[in-house]
């Protein structure tokens, strides 16, 4: 895994190149104008560089860390940015993978890992329900955070209810 990180991160160097050059293709005051063009992109390269910083660390990555990772700005005031809700739509796909990649642990063998993520995901939606999200597209993007929850929840019970992780069977559920 810190060998495919590493690789990973080389390949930020040039998501960085190509931030430089898009930072350039418009002016700074009409950001929002052009926004959706590079939306989806910048959210899916937030996904990345969480996940790459959660297989590291199996830390949450700050959004400042991020918009340094992809070369851009974390001020609103400072031009090309990391939008709020670029940050968090990427946060959300990265809680997906997380449960995938609970269960593919399982089948791999590795059997603490899920109640890792599982106290990760766990804290994470802690996270967003203290946010007022408004019927929109992140709205919907949380909501699909439940049924990850719940996913790995089954994940975590299986492991104990069939004694695979002594963690999970001495945890006894109470960590839900």
Same mark, same amino acid.
């Given at each position: 895994?810190?060998?495919?990180?590493?690789?990973?991160?080389?390949?930020?160097? %040039?998501?960085?190149?190509?931030?430089?050059?898009?930072? %350039?293709?418009?002016?700074?005051?009409?950001?929002?104008?052009?926004?959706?063009?590079?939306?989806?992109?910048?959210?899916?390269?937030?996904?990345?560089?969480?996940?790459?910083?959660?297989?590291?660390?199996?830390?949450?990555? %700050?959004?400042?860390?991020?918009?340094? !990772?992809?070369?851009?700005?974390?001020?609103?005031?400072? /031009?090309?940015?990391? +939008? !709020?809700? +670029?940050?968090? @739509?990427?946060?959300?796909? =990265?809680? &997906?993978?997380? #449960?995938? =990649? #609970?269960?593919?642990?399982? %089948?791999?063998?590795?059997?603490?890992?899920?109640?890792?993520? @599982?106290?990760?995901?766990?804290?994470? +939606?802690?996270?967003?329900?203290?946010?007022?999200?408004?019927?929109?597209?992140?709205?919907?993007?949380?909501?699909?955070?439940?049924?990850?929850?719940?996913? !790995?929840?089954?994940?975590?019970?299986?492991? &104990? !209810?069939?004694?695979?992780?002594?963690?999970?069977?001495?945890?006894?559920? /109470?960590?839900?």
């Amino acid at each position: 895994v810190p060998k495919k990180c590493q690789k990973a991160r080389e390949h930020f160097g %040039t998501v960085r190149t190509q931030m430089e050059s898009l930072k %350039t293709k418009f002016p700074a005051d009409q950001y929002y104008r052009f926004h959706e063009h590079w939306r989806f992109v910048l959210q899916r390269l937030v996904f990345l560089a969480a996940f790459v910083v959660y297989l590291e660390s199996e830390t949450l990555v %700050t959004r400042e860390a991020v918009a340094e !990772i992809l070369g851009i700005e974390a001020d609103r005031e400072r /031009g090309f940015h990391l +939008d !709020i809700e +670029d940050y968090l @739509s990427g946060i959300l796909t =990265l809680a &997906s993978e997380l #449960a995938r =990649l #609970a269960v593919n642990s399982v %089948t791999a063998g590795d059997y603490s890992r899920p109640l890792r993520i @599982s106290a990760f995901i766990n804290e994470l +939606d802690s996270g967003f329900r203290l946010l007022n999200l408004k019927n929109d597209s992140l709205r919907k993007r949380y909501d699909g955070l439940k049924y990850d929850v719940k996913k !790995i929840e089954e994940v975590v019970y299986d492991l &104990s !209810i069939r004694g695979l992780n002594k963690e999970a069977t001495v945890g006894g559920g /109470g960590e839900k």
